[in-house]
Structure formats: structure tokens, C-alpha cells
């Protein structure tokens, strides 16, 4: 009748039961509070001889509530990177804090589902409520998941679309003019060359910059950027900024 059954982590170490439970041959979610790696290997052995389904095991903590501090969230990247064929979730029993960081955490780490008490009202009597979760506790969560989702991104090692504007802006000036002057000197090894060169750029800042520069190949160079008034000026290695009239 179910269409995914649960295991508590009371239960998790009961493995008739789990094997039980496993024969439906139905997904199954298992929470691993209190269990030692061992346990847990054994509980998955269990429900593999019988049951291929997807598995899914929870992180979990048991102390109600559990305090921010014992809430180890980071045995669900343990757990993630031992256990790569199965989903590794969460079983929450901390208090809801007031920007869900907890269950952000949790999810950023790997965890990609979630298991909170729910209630509708927090005041009412019982071991369950003062530490659920309420509608707008529920709402927090979903919000700041799809917001983690946006941040991340894909993490691809290369330059974004959103950045080839500010990228040729940043790099009109790469530093390959000045390194002619260097080149030449690979063709021209006694001469005393004397250099002088002007650009016009514009800046990443959308600014247009007007530079000069001057020097003797391989001595290197005095360089000067000017801006609506202000002077920056580069003498050999080192920016040294100035402001107008203040040398």
C-alpha cells in the first residue's frame, strides 16, 4: 500500500525487521542516528540481498532537540562520499532557527532530502511539537534552497557569458604592449633602445583611461594612467596612486 517505507533509527540495527520491511521491495528511507559504521554497512547489506530499490540513508542525531552544536553536520559529506551509490538525507531534530541555516547547511553538504518534525502550532503539548517545524519554518527552508541553488551554479572552469563584456574591458590593457619592447630587444640585443608609447582604454569600470609609458628595453619602464583628474603612476613593478597636484 505504501510506496516508500521508513525506518527509524531505532529500528535501523533491528535487521529482521529491516529485512522485512526491504521484501516489499520498495524504496526505502533509514535513519542512521547512533549507529557506528559497521551497523550501517550491515543494515545495507541487509536490504541489498532483497531489494534493489532506491535507498536512501538519513544523518541523524539522537537528542531531542539537538543542540546547534551536536548537530555534526558534516558526517553527511562522510556519509556522501562513503556510500556514493545511495541518497543520503537528513532526519532533523534541532530547533528551527531563524534563517533555516541548519537544513541549508545540511542540504549544501549532500543532503538531498530532508526529514523534520511538522507541526501547526509549536505551543501545543508533546515531545514533538517545541521542536518542529511550522509553515513558516517550511517556507524559510524551500526559499533558501532554491536561493543555494542559484549561487552555486555550475562550477565549470571557465569564463561565464555574463563576464566577456567585463573580460575584454579588463584585459584591452594585458601588459603585452610593454613586453614588446622586451621582445625587440631578443632581436636587437646592443641597442639602447628608447621607448615611448600611448594608450587610450577603457577600463573594466567602463572608464576611459588615458596612459603613457616610456623606458629602455630590458630597464624596464615608468608608466603613468591618468583619470578625471587623478594619476596613477607605475615605476617598474609598484602602483603608487596620486592625487592631483600631490605628488
Not at 4 to 18: C, E, G, H, Q, R
Not at 110 to 135: Q, S
Not at 140 to 159: Q, V
Request: aromatic residues 8%.
Amino acid at each position: 500500500m505504501m510506496d516508500v517505507y521508513k525506518v527509524s533509527s531505532s529500528d535501523m540495527n533491528n535487521l529482521p525487521f529491516v529485512e522485512y520491511q526491504a521484501k516489499k521491495n520498495k524504496p526505502m528511507l533509514i535513519s542512521v542516528g547512533a549507529a557506528n559504521e559497521d551497523e550501517i554497512d550491515r543494515m545495507i547489506a541487509t536490504v541489498r540481498k532483497v531489494n534493489n530499490q532506491p535507498l536512501c540513508i538519513l544523518h541523524c542525531v539522537l537528542e531531542y532537540p539537538t543542540p546547534y552544536e551536536h548537530a555534526n553536520l558534516n558526517k553527511i559529506a562522510s556519509l556522501k562520499e562513503k556510500y556514493k551509490d545511495l541518497i543520503i538525507g537528513y532526519s532533523d531534530h534541532t530547533k528551527p532557527d531563524a534563517c533555516a541555516d541548519v537544513i541549508k547547511t545540511a542540504y549544501n553538504l549532500g543532503a538531498v532530502v530532508i526529514e523534520k518534525h511538522f507541526t501547526l502550532d509549536k505551543t501545543l503539548k508533546g515531545n514533538d511539537h517545541y521542536h518542529a517545524m511550522d509553515p513558516e519554518d517550511a517556507r524559510k527552508i524551500l526559499f533558501g534552497i532554491e536561493f543555494i541553488d542559484t549561487i552555486r551554479g555550475k562550477g565549470d572552469l571557465c569564463c561565464l557569458e555574463t563576464e566577456q563584456t567585463a573580460r575584454k574591458n579588463a584585459r584591452t590593457f594585458s601588459g603585452n604592449d610593454l613586453r614588446d619592447c622586451q621582445r625587440n630587444r631578443n632581436y636587437k640585443r646592443n641597442a639602447d633602445l628608447q621607448e615611448t608609447r600611448n594608450w587610450n582604454f577603457s577600463g573594466a569600470d567602463g572608464r576611459n583611461y588615458r596612459t603613457h609609458a616610456e623606458g629602455r628595453c630590458g630597464r624596464g619602464y615608468d608608466f603613468t594612467m591618468e583619470y578625471a583628474g587623478k594619476r596613477l603612476e607605475l615605476e617598474r613593478d609598484k602602483w603608487r596612486r596620486y592625487e592631483s597636484g600631490n605628488k
